[in-house]
């Protein structure tokens, strides 16, 4: 049976890769409907390839262009849009838009028991407990999507996890690994963007820079797998080989090895419990590789994914504290209003003046996110 799949954020690095696997699996996947920001050039492309029934644009406007071009799709706008296209009829639905925008669609999907591939890891940082809580009560199942959390569920595949002792999360380091602190102080937008083993959107690049990215996973895993913060470790990996292990009771170390491609954690997403063959990827080898080497982290040379763990032990509204201000110092930094290391410093700020409300609703989060938000903006003034 072919897979209907609703992709939210198709015109993103996640989102463009997701229909790269939906293009070598006709017969296993169909994309019916997806959504885009402002990007028109990759919309009418993927308009044209997959002849969706509806699509999602962020501005009305563009809506309303499109139709007179493409008069048999549907098309809906902004953030009532991308619910309308979250919640129809599909088997499962990607959420691979860029920030807290993903969360609303993702909980109205879980209502309707929905099979949800989950790669906006904000949505998870911001209000994972609503998310997996009513992911229970509706029988929607999330699957992970993001290289790690990938890993992490193959290697605790078949096993009970009581029997699990700790997650192992590897970090590359991001582009300024080999830097000082002190190096930091000047480095540029171009610099940063500039990641040594994946190729991803401007975000998550300049959060795997800061080590937020990092920080944003390790609450991602715990949302996800439920572990506590004194069982979830990173480990430094250059490679970009191992995308993280599970460690068991007896002492025994679930790894999961890949080359770096996001493709593969995208098509096992859409293709769980199976595994469906990939023909133009390329095959790990170890002999070529050599070596694979790892360190452990130090967290004063990356304060920010302390802040992260500080954040996720705090628990309650402070994780949506952690990543409001940091979408928005990194749009700052993006726009070349601040520096680099003023993105932790700003996150440390607005997690100072912030007092934890323990277990939110979905209103007191969307509060808390947007008054952080404008805190941070008050900051610079
Ligand atoms: P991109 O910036 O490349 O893409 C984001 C997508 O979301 C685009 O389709 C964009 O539209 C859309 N979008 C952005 N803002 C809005 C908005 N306000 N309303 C509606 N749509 C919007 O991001 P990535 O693909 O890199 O990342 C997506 C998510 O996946 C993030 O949460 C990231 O952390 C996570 N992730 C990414 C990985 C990667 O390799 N890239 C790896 C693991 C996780 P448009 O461009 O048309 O404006
Ligand atoms: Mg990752």
Known sequence: MVKKIILLGATGSIGVQTADIIREHPYEFSLIGFSAGKNMNITRKLIAEFEPEIVCVQQSEDAKMLKAEYPAVSFVAGADGLI???????????????????????????????????????????????????ARQYGAVILPVDSEHSALFQALNGEKKEQASRLILTASGGSFRDLTRDQLKNVTVQDALNHPNWSM????????????????????????????????????????????????????????????????????????????????????????????????????????????????IAGGTMTAVLNAANE??????????????????????????????????????????????????????
């Open 84 to 134: 309308e296209i979250a919640v129809r009829d599909a088997d499962i639905m990607v959420n691979a838009v860029l920030g807290s925008v993903g969360l609303e669609p993702t909980l109205e999907a879980i209502k309707l028991g929905r099979t949800i591939a989950i790669a906006n890891k904000e949505t998870l940082v911001t209000a994972g407990h609503l998310v997996m809580d009513s």
């Open 201 to 312: 959107g401007s975000k998550i690049t300049i959060d795997s820079a800061t080590m937020v990215n990092k920080g944003l996973e390790v609450i991602e895993a715990h949302i996800l797998f439920d572990f506590a913060y004194a069982d979830i470790d990173v480990v430094l990996h250059r490679e970009s080989i191992i995308h993280s292990m599970v460690e068991f009771h007896d002492t025994s170390v679930m790894a999961q090895l890949g080359t770096p491609d996001m493709r593969v954690p995208i098509q096992y997403a859409l293709s769980y419990p199976d595994r469906l063959p990939r023909q133009q990827a390329k095959r790990l080898n170890l002999a070529e590789i050599g070596k694979l080497n790892f360190q452990e982290m130090d967290y004063k040379r990356f304060r920010a994914l302390q802040l992260a763990f500080d954040a996720g």
């Open 328 to 381: 928005q110092a990194v749009a700052l930094f993006l726009n070349e209003e601040i520096k680099f290391l003023q993105i932790e410093e700003i996150i440390e700020r607005a997690m100072d003046q912030h007092e934890v409300l323990a277990n939110p609703d979905l209103e007191t989060i969307l509060h808390v996110d947007a008054e952080t938000r404008k805190s941070v903006k008050n900051m610079l003034k």
